[in-house]
């Protein structure tokens, strides 16, 4: 991590109840582009680490014979569970509350692995060994993130869109200029070079895929009011006692943008890169078709 930052466990506190209202959902066409490129069929396992509220790892549910998301945070993993009951798929979904340097955790073999936006919270280089050993022979490491190159001004939309330029200024006037994370501060931002971790750590590749974005969203104020306490940086703990006359100017902010109440946007597209796990005399068989291995799916705290 860039600077003397340590991670703690208010990184996220708060925020899980915000993420669903409050994210930008992966682009719509993730879950099918994944299944023709690895050529999933429903038999094998995902590991998503730093799962959250279970966004991906539900997402691609539907892919796999058993999920199993692993992240730090009690409110993240409880949220993954909620939604994962609601879904009808708790019962093959595993969540686990770990830090992910805590792997393998006694979790077993697995055929994908998935960090979505999640990767630069973690000691970098010992979690991709890590979750290299976890592969099974021709598994797929998948480094997933909204693309951040593409052109998303909202042009002839039915509804202004939310003013992040102010919205930010508004949370450097409440939390200060450097950007917050945890009981510490984040200067220098979170780190890239993720290519050299990976390659580093063993793993061949990398592969492209976008999955294309660009559909117009509807957004409430209570969403973009959400979006802004599920982010770290200005999670709802940060604010301590000036937490409700920062959501009252927040909303004032809102409203002089737009008095309806609603806002546009555009759906961000997804940008995967896929990695390969380079195991000598890896098999041949493609990421979805290896056998299937796990333990019953259940909620874990460890």
Known sequence: MAGDWRWDDTLFAGTAAYYARGRLPYAPGLADALAELLR????????????????????????????????????MIAEAAREAAGRGVAGKALWVRARAEELPAGLGEFTVATFGQSFHWMDRGLVAATVRKML?????????????TEDRTAVGLPHPAPPHAKI????????GPVRRAGRALLPQGTPDGEAEVFARAGFSGPQRLVVPGGQPL????DDVVAGVFSMSYSAPHLFGTRREAFEAD??????????????????????VFVWRSGTEGCSEEPPGRLPPTGSDSRTADP
Do not use: N
Not at 218 to 221: A, L
Not at 261 to 270: I, R, W
């Open 40 to 75: 999933l069929d429903g038999r094998g396992r995902l590991l998503d680490v730093g799962c959250g509220p279970g966004t991906l790892a539900l997402a691609l549910a539907r892919l796999f014979r058993e999920v199993v998301g692993v992240d730090p945070d009690r409110g």
């Open 250 to 271: 927040l909303r004032r902010l809102l409203r002089a943008a737009s008095p309806s109440g609603l806002y546009s946007e555009l759906q961000p597209g997804t940008e």
């Open 168 to 175: 930010a200024e508004l949370v450097g006037d409440y939390l």
């Open 136 to 148: 099974r022979p021709g598994g797929a490491l998948l480094h997933i993130s909204d693309l951040k």
């Open 218 to 221: 509807e957004r409430s104020e």
